[in-house]
């Protein structure tokens, strides 16, 4: 029988309601959720690790390196076939993210955490780990990176985004949908996707901001954020990757700071590309030096230039991380 190391981060699947304030807080520990589990020992052997019981606004880039970095000594014991990670959903697509690209095993890596806390009907903690162990235990979850399972569906750490602020189905993949299942404690894969690059990182740069774009907006924001020493930038332009003309001036400043300019879309589907050439324009902005995110969406443009920042200062490097 496989063995699972089974990681307690903190998360939503933690919390009860305090009656006091009449809201969900951290409470139970992890021998209290898995004992809600029941049945797994069925089909795993477990032990359990708690990292911490925060929420998961609380996380933080170093926190998630530092989780990296207790999951890959985990993974080089012998006996361990693959780690199950609880966490708090509004962050869980970027911590995932991290980990796939700082955790180089080919043992499955699974996250997970629960839209509903544990004084709600429909608590959907138990069944979201249960699902997550049986894919941790699967030979066809090796080498696929970072794994997301919630509501019984597989996504990759690269693609999965949290679409919705309260239904069970809140991670979806935007262009592509889910990777796989978890059916009847199986799991079947529709598709494959190659794992991506690793960085190996001891420090990361986590002195990147992220900027929405909205219609009208200028070159205050990018200005600042050079005067104050940021290190990246992403812009979560419109549609294909265009800005608003007043916007051009502080990315070409940045750009010539050595300060990498990452464009991505605010729509929740589709890539950017260099299709416009008006003032503001993807092509324009492409032609000065922007880096294009393909798909990603900004949260995890900024995960990625952190990382390629944290081993890398060279533009056409860190060009070469996200537009190959």
Not at 17 to 35: H, Y
Not at 116 to 143: K, M, Q, V
């Amino acid at each position: 029988m496989k063995k699972v190391a089974v990681v307690f981060n903190g998360g939503t699947i933690s919390m009860k309601v305090d009656e006091r304030i009449k809201a969900a807080v951290p409470s139970l520990t992890g021998e209290e959720i898995m004992s809600m589990v029941t049945g797994i020992e069925e089909f795993a052997k477990l032990e359990t690790y708690t990292f911490s019981s925060l929420p998961s606004p609380h996380m933080t880039p170093n926190m998630m390196l530092q989780l990296a970095k207790f999951i890959e000594d985990l993974l080089k014991k012998e006996d361990i076939d693959g780690v199950v990670v609880t966490h708090g959903t509004d962050t869980l697509e970027e911590t995932a993210y991290l980990l796939d690209l700082a955790i180089a095993s080919k043992k499955p890596v699974v996250i997970t955490g629960s839209m509903r806390s544990s004084s709600e009907l429909g608590y959907d903690g138990p069944s979201n780990l249960a699902a997550s162990i049986c894919t941790a235990i699967s030979e066809e979850a090796r080498g696929r990176g970072v794994l997301v399972c919630l509501n019984g569906e597989l996504h990759t750490a690269a693609e999965v985004t949290k679409a919705n602020s309260m239904s069970l189905n809140a991670f979806r993949t935007p262009n592509f949908g889910p990777i796989g299942i978890v059916d009847d404690n199986k799991v079947m894969f529709y598709r494959d996707k190659i794992k991506g690059r690793t960085f190996e990182v001891d420090e990361i740069e986590d002195r990147v901001a992220l900027i929405k774009c909205a219609a009208g907006m200028d070159s205050k924001l990018i200005k600042f954020l050079i005067e104050s020493g940021e290190k990246g930038i992403v812009i979560e332009a419109l549609g294909r990757g265009n800005v608003p003309p007043a916007m051009v001036s502080g990315i070409e400043l940045a750009i010539k700071n050595n300060i990498p300019v990452v464009v991505v879309s605010r729509c929740f589907e589709g890539r950017v590309h260099e299709s416009y050439g008006y003032l503001g324009g993807g092509q324009q902005l492409h032609e000065m030096g922007v880096i294009f995110g393909d798909t990603l969406p900004g949260q995890k443009a900024r995960i990625l230039l952190m990382m390629c920042l944290s081993i890398t200062k060279r533009i056409e490097t860190i060009r070469g991380y996200f537009e190959k």
